[in-house]
Structures are given as C-alpha cells and as structure tokens.
C-alpha cells in the first residue's frame, strides 16, 4: 500500500456543532485510501474482483487488479467443472493460478463455489439420487481440502433457491437428493477446512420483501438454531433496471446480519452508465457500511469488456481501463464522503 500518495483531509466528526475552539483542537486528520481496497480496509472492509485466469497476462488487467483489489474470487476457476472434469480426477491447475497469482501479490482468496446445479461436469449432470449425494458430498471434501488454508471464505452452496415467488427450493439434480443437502455440503466443508468462512451464495436476495429472501433468510436461521455450520451470506448483486438496486437493501443485510453471519456482496455489477449507474454503485457501497458484519464487497470482474454481460458495461473501469463515473462514486462512499461530493471532508 503506497501511503504516501494518498490525499489528506481535515474531519472534525461529531465536533463540529456548538464546541467553538476546542474543536479545533479536537481536529484529526485521517487518511482518505486512493484505491478501492485501501479506502475499504480504512473501513475494515475488504474490496474484490473476480479474475480469470486467462487474463492473467494481460497487464491493463493485472495492473488494475492489483492496484485496486485486496480480495479475490476466481471467475469460473474453482467451479465444479473445473475442479472435478472426470469423477474422482480433479484439476487444479487453473484455480491454483489465481490463488498463487492473488497471494504472490497479497490479496485474500474468496472461493466460489462448492456445489451449484450449474457448471457442473457433464458426468455429474447425469447422476441422481444416493450416487450424487455420495459425490458432492467428496467433491466439497477434496476441494476444500486442497485449498485449506488458502481462501478466506467459501460458497459452499450457491443459488438453491427458486426465482417462481413461493420461496421454494431451485429443483435441482442436487436438491432431489434431498431437501438437506444444503446442511450435509455445509458440514462437509466445516470438516474440510475448520477456518474457511462458510457462505449461502444467492441472487435476487437482495429486496427484504422478495420471497425468496425470506426463504434464504428462514434457512439460515434455521441452520443458525441447530448448529449447521454457516457462517455467512453471500449477495450476487447483479442488477439492471429490471432489477435496480432495492430501497430496503440495507435492511436486507442488516436482518441477515442480526441472524449472527457475516454478509458480504460477492458478485456485484450493475448495468447502466453515468449518474444513475454511479448512484447504484453508491447505494450498495453505503449499505454495506452501514451494517457491521457486511464485510466486504467483490464486483464481478475489473473493466467492463471483461464482464460475463459486458454490453451492459456493468463494471467500475471501462475498456480502456479508465475510472468511470462509478468508480469515484464508489471510492468517495467508502471515503466517508457524500456520494459525488468529490470526497470532501464530511460533518
Ligand atoms: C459466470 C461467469 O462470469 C461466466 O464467465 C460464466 O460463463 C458463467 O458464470 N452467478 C454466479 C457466477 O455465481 O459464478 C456466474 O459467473 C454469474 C452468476
């Protein structure tokens, strides 16, 4: 972290109303971060991007990576086909080049992901019943285990629940094995890697009244009550404007958060441009830091061009891997700033 560039300013906090000299004397100066991840560890939060491993000698791209992200989630890297081609055969060739590239350049490791009805290798798409149970339950054994020590947190289950409103379980290859496969993916990664923070992974989760929030939010509280081991609450955040940003996101979070899990926005972009994009960013941005255990936010890939719906230049950093508008709204929130106010001292 290169200090020395960083801007100072002059906050005087709650001070400033009514003290007269003693606040001047009260003043602090305090450090405002010019990168994402440094303005965010200012917060005790980490800033995140996700990589593929095939960018890795792209120098705009690792260039950016490294200045601007302390955590690291591998695109597609540490998925079931990747890690598991032929059952019982694992690959870890690609995954571990992100890890070592994250790690030979200081940042943490979010894994992603454990056990998902999609990306799975085509051997596992055919199998049913006890068999698959019998193999995913190996699958989180071995890759966890193969990366123990090495990521700060795990999905181990991601997207299991249904978008059709009645809160249901996504049917599944996996969730007809049986309604508790979830808690069973859950124990196996506990047991594989006891440090790893364990995360339920979702999208559309992110307005408190969607029923499908409701139904994450009731699964979580329940594995909270008897002791399944989960330790956090992963928020895909994709969004768009059929899906903008909710006006309750922050009580989302927040309820999450009272359940005693970590949350964190793991996956974000938001497509749009300008203002109204850059206003979006802010809003996730100040949510977070309003809740204490929302612990950090990863967005899903560095520039626009390398997003998985990069016509909808959903990222903080164009294709020429410029800062776009959202970017300084971004870093200003996590600043401690107004959104747009360019970062100047607060009150
Ligand atoms: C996406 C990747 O970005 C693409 O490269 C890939 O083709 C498909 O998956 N939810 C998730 C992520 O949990 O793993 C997905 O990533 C995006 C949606």
Not at 40 to 50: L, V
Not at 300 to 326: H, I
């Amino acid at each position: 972290m290169n200090r020395t560039t960083r801007r100072w300013r002059v906050t005087m906090g709650a001070t400033v109303a009514g003290l007269g000299l003693l606040a001047a004397t009260a003043l602090s100066a305090q450090a405002a971060g010019s990168t994402l991840h440094e303005a965010a560890a200012d917060q005790g939060r980490y800033f995140g991007t996700a990589l593929a491993q095939g960018k890795l000698n792209d120098t705009q791209y690792t260039t950016i990576a490294d200045r601007e992200f302390g955590m690291i989630t591998a695109e597609n890297e540490m998925k079931m086909d990747a890690t598991e081609p032929q059952q019982g055969v694992f690959d870890y060739s690609a995954g571990d080049r992100i890890v070592d590239w994250a790690t030979g350049h200081g940042k943490q490791v979010r894994g992603h992901a454990l056990a998902w009805h999609s990306q799975q290798p085509g051997w596992m798409q055919s199998m049913e019943g006890s068999a698959l149970r019998q193999a995913m339950l190996n699958h989180v054994t071995q890759v966890a285990t193969h990366y123990r020590g090495k990521v700060y947190a795990w999905d181990v289950v991601n997207e299991a629940f249904s978008d059709n409103g009645d809160g249901s379980r996504r049917d599944s290859n996996l969730q007809r094995t049986g309604n508790d496969w979830i808690e069973a993916a859950f124990e196996a990664a506990r047991a594989a890697d006891p440090d790893a923070k364990l995360c339920y992974n979702d999208y559309n989760t992110d307005s408190w009244t969607n029923p499908k929030t409701q139904a994450v939010y009731a699964m979580v509280k329940d594995f909270r009550s008897r002791g399944v081991p989960i330790d956090c609450v992963g928020f895909q955040a994709h969004f768009n404007s059929g899906n903008p940003v909710p006006n309750n996101y922050h009580e989302t979070l927040q309820r999450f958060a009272d359940l005693g899990v970590d949350v964190q926005i793991t996956e974000l972009d938001i497509e749009g441009s300008g203002g109204s994009q850059a206003e979006q960013f802010s809003g996730v941005t100040q949510a977070c830091l309003a809740v204490e255990r929302c612990t950090g936010i990863t967005v899903w890939g560095v520039r626009d061009t390398d997003s998985w719906r990069a016509s909808g230049t959903p990222l903080l950093f164009d294709g020429n891997g410029q800062k776009k508008a959202a970017y300084h709204a971004v870093l200003d929130v996590l600043n401690g700033g107004e959104p747009g106010d360019g970062g100047s001292a607060t009150s």
